[in-house]
Structure formats: structure tokens, C-alpha cells
């Protein structure tokens, strides 16, 4: 499938007199191939929103190289401009127009039959609140009509950074269903979000990024396969063999943990080398079973996030890969 | 083309925009108003009252000339006479002449359209000019400051066209304001000389030297308008215009004023803008030194003098609009927006 967005080598430093410099995004590649929902994943301060920003022109990069429809960005923007719709982290609306009037002028500036406007604020459930001022709405009311700006356009890629901030749990799963009918319909979306049950129910791919490096990077399933760590629960028909089983699984290189009435293993790659394992002693499995894992398992261990007890984490603790001891989990472009 | 429509649609729709424009009309309403209620025309019956009130305080000048004359020979002859009161002969306290007293002065203030116009537009390009300015920044200052800049940009990934854009939508809005501003204040003051006063003596030379001093009010405020909406595209807030337009004011001005008259500087007005606003109003200031008065000693004293043109005010003008306005378009053109 061609690649609608293609980001190699991305780097951005931002500059303080004061505070020295800060590598933003230091060597970040991505890819997102045409009709897929793409989740776009990190923790806070990772450089998701950076990263979008940078891709949209807003800011400027210091190195790498960026396509959006086969045309590099930033120079062939307002070529491709027409066919991105995009919200970058809290969109902010002049606060005195009303929802309708921003739609209106935006569309005007982007050359959109009018017809759109009601269209959009429907899709939206805006609807019956578009006269108002946006002053006036709640933080869900500005994210929709935030949505609303995006899809104005009819864009073929569509780049929402956290759309779902502030939105109802009804607000969520509307979200949810448009992006998969949007989808459907061909569209390309790229979502940044911190809720990742949402990234896992809808995305069909996910790039994660942490300290503006790609950590992982795939078909969800994937991730999620490479990263279950194999994790396996074993059950003995005779919970006294369960010491012995332990012995002989770690003899060959597996790890486990004891538990009272089964065994928990890491770093199987086939379940069956198990029970291959088990039965050449003689021990009989009655239940073997891989743990599955959600994304945010995933992603805490990828990122190396995961709450410590007594330890408060600070932003910008994460993984950094490409150093010592830090391996990619993926290979080259669109590997 | 749809963006320069769109713009000039998102300057109309601005509350700030209408409160702005209106108030300043407003202003200028009042100005044509109160010029019409405090002058009269002058008739037959104006000049019969000025000679009548001329007549009376000539009467009572007589009146309270004998009556001192009176007191003064009363004091005289009573001997308690206090030296200085009075003069040594009460004979020299007589009325002046009748002649001394013209009737001109009793006349009521009227408006000459050819004699005052000319002045009238002075405060006409200042409100125009004020207006210009705070719409001007408040225009890109708030769309700034509010996200709708960036908004913008990922619809229109190009910068400089869109700020361009913009300061075309709202020269074209002001011009078309200030015109028709323009348009009503010469009829405003028509008719006020019209039924307070007199429109005689208007040749073409003189509408044409009136039309030509509009022009260049009307230019004055499409200067500050730029000038407004640059610096506060440079700050990203309208606040930042406003801010720095009253640092000048207060501190480049006042305080340089005062600086500058302190150290004893010659022509010292020929360091502050409001003397290029006149100058570049009325074509030409002339600032007297009168300290270069005192080195003469003989007869009549003649100020050094320092003349101001409208051609110096325009250098000062373009330098100014070609300064801010190259800042922010460099800026724009460089900065990261977030
Ligand atoms: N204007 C700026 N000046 C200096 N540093 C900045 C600027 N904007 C972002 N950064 C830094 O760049 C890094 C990445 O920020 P970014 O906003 O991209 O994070 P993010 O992944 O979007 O985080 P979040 O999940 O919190 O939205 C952070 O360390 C941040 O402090
Ligand atoms: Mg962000």
C-alpha cells in the first residue's frame, strides 16, 4: 500500500538562551499507509504534538525529511494543504464568533461550498448550537467544532492530535465510529491520544515514540505480539509436579515465576517447545495458556513508564532508544 | 481572492471592529455639531446687534469713566486722596474713543468655510488615524493571541500571503471607512458654513488644496493602520501595539520632550512625531528658537527658525511603515507558531 505520510530521520531542537537546547524530535521516522486509522502514541513531552506541528508547517525543522501524499513538506504544503485537515493540540477559536461563522470564514479561506458548514456541525453534533459563541461552549463543544474544522475539508489524511480531550464517554465512541467510517470511506487518520483502550479498539496501526525516537512501530496486533514478552501460564495436572516442571523450564533458558498453583513463564517464543519440554520429563500439562496483553501494557513497557511504587516519575524518564542497553524494535522505512 | 473576501469578511464581522469605526464617527459627528451650534451666520441683524452692543459698552465706558473722574475730584478736594489711587490731574480719566471700539468684536463666531476648513481636518485624520491604529492591531493581534492565526495557516500554509492578505483586507476596509468619512465631513462642514457662517470665496484652488490635505489625512491613518497591525504581528498581541505605541508616547516623547528641553537642545519639537503629523497635515511647521533672541541687542527681535516640509514627514512615514512592517514579515516568515 502507498504511504500517505512518510517521516525519515525528523529532527527539531528548540533553543533557549537560558535553558540551552532541547532535541524535540531526534532522529523520529514514521509511516502511515493509505485508508488505515494510525495511532500516535508517547508519553507527555515525547514529541507527538511536535512532530504534527512540524509536519503542518507550523514549525520548522532542523533535519529529515517529510511526505504527506507523495509530496515532500513543508515546500509542497500549499499543494497538498487542500487535502489535510488537521487539529493540533487544543485548538483555540476567536472566542466572539460563533461556531458557524468560524466554520464559515474557514471555508471561505479554503475555497469549501458553504454546504459543508451544515454538514460537518451535523456530523459533529453541533448542530443546534452553531449560532452561539464559542465562548461560550465547554471544552467538548470547542473539540467537536475543532473536528468539524478538520473535516471541512474533506480531507484525504486527516491529523488529529488528543481530539477525545474533554470529550463524553458518548462524545468517545461517536469519535470512535466516524473514524472507522471515515476510514472506510478511504480517508487516512493519523490520532494522537493518551487513551490507548481507544487507540486499541480503533486503530489499525500504531507508531509509539518516546524522547522524539521511534520506540515500536506497526500493525497493532504486531506490537502487541512482538511485545507479550511471550508471557505463559502453565497448570500441571499434579500441582507437586509444578517444582520440578519450574527446574526443567529454567534448565533451558526460560523464566519463571512460582505461584501456588501454576507457573508463570516469560520469554517463550513457542508455546509448544512447553509442552515438548514438560513432556520428556514426564509432567503433563493440563492448561497452557499465552497472557494476552493491551496496548497499555505494551506501551508502559516500551516506553518504560510504568508507575514504581514510592517513585514519582518525572516527564522526559522514558526510553531513549538507540543508546546503551536500548534496542529499536523495528528495522528501516515501513519494515 | 476568496481569501482577501474572506478577510475582509472576518475584519467586518469583529465586535471590536464596529465599536471602533462607530465610536470614531461618532467623534467626528460630535466635532460637526458642536461646530454648527457654536457659530452663527452673520446677517443684517447680527451686524445691527454687534454695533448695539458696541454702542453700550461704549455708553458704559463713559459712564465709569465720569463716575472715577467724580471720585477722583471728591477725594481731591476731601484731601484724603491715598497717592497712588488716582492720578495728579483727575482730568486725564476720560472714556477711550468711540472708534476704539469696534463693532466686529461683539460679533457672534461664524464659520468660513475657506478661512477654518483647513484646520477642521486636523482632527479628522487624528480620530481617523487613532482608529486606524487600534483596529489595526487588534485585527491581527487578536487572531494571534487566540489561535486563529494558526488556524489559518493550516488552511493557508502560506505565511506571507496570508498577512499580506489580511493588511490588504484592512487598508481596503479603512479606506473605504475613511472615504466616505471624508466625504460626509466636507458636506458636514458645507452645510454648517452654509447655515452658520459663509462659503463664499471657495475657489477650484482652494477645494483642490482641501481635497489634497483629505488625501493626506486619509494617508496618515492607512500609515498607522499598518504601523498597528505590524507591531502587534510582531508581538503576536494586541496588547504589544498598543503597549509600544504609549512607550513611544510617554517615553519618546514626553520624556525626550522634557529631556531635550532640559539640555537646552535648539528646536527641540523637530525630535517629536506629533510635529511630522502637523507638518505632514498643514505642508509645513516652523519652529522658532527664541533663545537665539537674546543674542541680538538691537531693535526688534527675529527667532531663528527651523522649517518642517510634509516632504520630511513622508520620508519619516515610509521609513516607519517600511520598517515595522519588514520586521513582520521577517518574523513571520521565521517564527515557530504554537
Ligand atoms: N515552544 C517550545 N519551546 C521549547 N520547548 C518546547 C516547545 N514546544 C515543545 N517543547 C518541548 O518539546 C518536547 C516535546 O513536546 P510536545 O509538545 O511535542 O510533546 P507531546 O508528545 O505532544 O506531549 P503531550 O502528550 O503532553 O501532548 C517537550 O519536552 C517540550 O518541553
Ligand atoms: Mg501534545
New interface residues.
Given amino acids: 500500500m502507498p504511504a500517505v505520510l512518510e517521516i525519515e530521520g525528523l529532527r527539531k531542537t528548540y533553543k533557549s538562551r537560558r535553558r540551552g537546547t532541547r532535541n524535540a524530535l531526534d532522529g523520529f521516522d514514521m509511516r502511515v499507509e493509505a485508508g488505515q486509522v494510525h495511532g500516535f502514541l508517547g508519553p507527555n513531552g515525547s514529541g507527538k504534538t511536535t512532530t504534527l506541528?512540524t509536519l503542518?508547517?507550523?514549525?520548522?525543522p532542523d533535519g529529515g525529511r517529510m511526505s504527506i501524499l507523495g509530496h515532500d513538506v513543508?515546500a509542497a504544503?500549499?499543494t497538498v494543504?487542500g487535502q489535510?485537515g488537521?487539529i493540533?493540540e487544543s485548538?483555540?477559536?476567536?472566542?466572539?464568533?460563533s461556531a458557524r461563522?468560524t466554520l464559515s470564514?474557514?471555508a471561505?479561506?479554503?475555497?469549501v461550498p458553504a454546504e459543508r458548514i451544515d454538514e460537518v456541525l451535523e456530523l459533529v453534533g453541533l448542530r443546534d448550537r452553531a449560532g452561539e459563541r464559542v465562548k461560550t461552549y465547554s471544552l467538548g463543544m470547542k473539540q467537536r467544532l475543532a473536528v468539524a474544522?478538520a473535516l471541512l475539508?474533506n480531507p484525504k489524511l486527516l491529523i488529529l492530535d488528543e481530539p477525545a480531550n474533554g470529550l463524553d464517554p458518548g462524545g468517545i465512541r461517536e469519535m470512535r465510529t466516524l473514524m472507522r467510517t471515515l476510514a472506510e470511506s478511504g480517508m487516512t487518520v493519523v490520532l494522537s491520544s493518551h487513551i490507548l483502550g481507544e487507540i486499541q479498539l480503533i486503530c489499525d496501526s500504531v507508531t509509539i515514540i518516546s524522547l522524539g525516537r521511534r520506540v515500536a512501530f506497526g500493525p497493532v496486533e504486531e506490537v502487541l505480539a512482538q511485545h507479550s514478552s511471550g508471557a505463559v501460564r502453565v497448570r500441571l495436572e499434579a500441582v507437586t509436579d509444578l517444582p520440578a516442571a519450574a527446574e526443567a523450564l529454567i534448565r533451558s533458558g526460560i523464566r519463571v515465576t512460582g505461584h501456588p498453583d501454576h507457573l508463570m513463564l516469560a520469554g517463550v517464543d513457542k508455546p509448544a517447545t512447553v509442552t515438548r519440554l514438560l513432556a520428556e520429563q514426564g509432567l503433563y500439562v493440563s492448561e497452557l495458556a499465552p497472557v494476552a496483553v493491551d496496548l497499555e501494557s505494551v506501551f508502559l513497557e516500551l516506553t518504560a513508564t510504568a508507575p514504581v511504587p514510592g517513585q514519582h516519575r518525572q516527564v522526559d524518564q522514558s526510553t531513549k532508544v538507540g543508546e546503551a542497553g536500548q534496542t529499536s524494535t523495528g528495522g528501516g522505512w515501513g519494515a | 481572492m476568496?481569501?482577501y473576501?474572506?478577510?475582509l469578511?472576518?475584519l467586518a464581522?469583529?465586535?471590536f471592529t464596529r465599536w471602533a469605526t462607530l465610536l470614531g464617527l461618532l467623534v467626528l459627528a460630535a466635532v460637526v455639531v458642536g461646530v454648527f451650534f457654536t457659530n452663527e451666520k452673520i446677517g443684517p441683524a447680527q451686524l445691527a446687534q454687534a454695533e448695539q452692543r458696541a454702542e453700550q459698552e461704549y455708553q458704559q465706558q463713559v459712564r465709569w469713566s465720569e463716575q472715577e473722574r467724580a471720585a477722583c475730584e471728591a477725594a481731591k478736594a476731601g484731601g484724603t486722596a491715598e497717592p497712588d489711587r488716582y492720578p495728579e490731574d483727575c482730568s486725564v480719566i476720560s472714556p477711550p474713543p468711540r472708534e476704539a471700539i469696534e463693532a466686529q468684536w461683539f460679533l457672534p463666531s461664524t464659520f468660513d468655510f475657506r478661512e477654518s476648513f483647513g484646520f477642521t481636518l486636523l482632527p479628522f485624520a487624528a480620530i481617523l488615524a487613532l482608529v486606524g491604529f487600534v483596529v489595526g492591531a487588534s485585527f491581527v493581534g487578536?487572531?494571534w493571541n487566540?489561535?486563529?492565526m494558526?488556524?489559518?495557516?493550516?488552511?493557508?500554509?502560506?505565511r506571507l500571503t496570508v498577512l499580506l492578505t489580511k493588511l490588504a483586507a484592512l487598508l481596503s476596509g479603512l479606506l473605504a471607512v475613511a472615504l466616505s468619512a471624508a466625504v460626509l465631513w466636507f458636506a458636514g462642514f458645507w452645510l454648517v458654513a452654509t447655515f452658520r457662517g459663509s462659503t463664499e470665496k471657495m475657489t477650484s484652488g482652494a477645494w483642490q488644496s482641501f481635497a489634497l490635505t483629505g488625501l493626506r489625512g486619509v494617508v496618515l491613518a492607512l500609515v498607522l493602520a499598518t504601523a498597528g497591525f505590524a507591531l502587534a504581528s510582531l508581538g503576536r498581541h494586541t496588547a504589544m501595539a498598543l503597549g509600544g505605541a504609549i512607550g513611544v508616547m510617554v517615553v519618546g516623547q514626553f520624556a525626550l520632550g522634557i529631556l531635550l528641553d532640559m539640555a537646552g537642545v535648539r528646536f527641540a519639537e523637530a525630535w517629536l512625531l506629533p510635529t511630522y503629523a502637523m507638518a505632514w497635515m498643514q505642508k509645513k511647521v516652523t519652529l522658532q528658537d527664541w533663545q537665539s533672541c537674546n543674542a541680538t541687542f538691537s531693535g526688534e527681535c527675529q527667532p531663528a527658525t527651523l522649517d518642517i516640509t510634509w516632504q520630511q514627514s513622508s520620508v519619516l512615514l515610509a521609513v516607519g511603515v517600511i520598517v515595522t512592517l519588514g520586521a513582520a514579515l521577517w518574523t513571520m516568515r521565521?517564527r515557530?507558531?504554537?
Wanted: aromatic letters at 8%; a positive charge.
Fill in positions: 506541528r503542518l508547517g507550523l514549525i520548522r513543508p504544503l500549499p494543504a489535510v488537521a493540533v485548538p483555540q477559536f476567536f472566542p466572539h464568533f461563522d470564514l474557514l471561505g479561506a479554503g475555497d474544522s475539508k | 476568496s481569501l473576501r474572506t478577510e469578511r472576518r464581522k469583529r465586535r487578536a487572531e487566540t489561535g486563529g494558526m488556524n489559518l495557516l493550516l488552511w493557508r500554509p502560506k521565521r515557530d507558531i504554537s
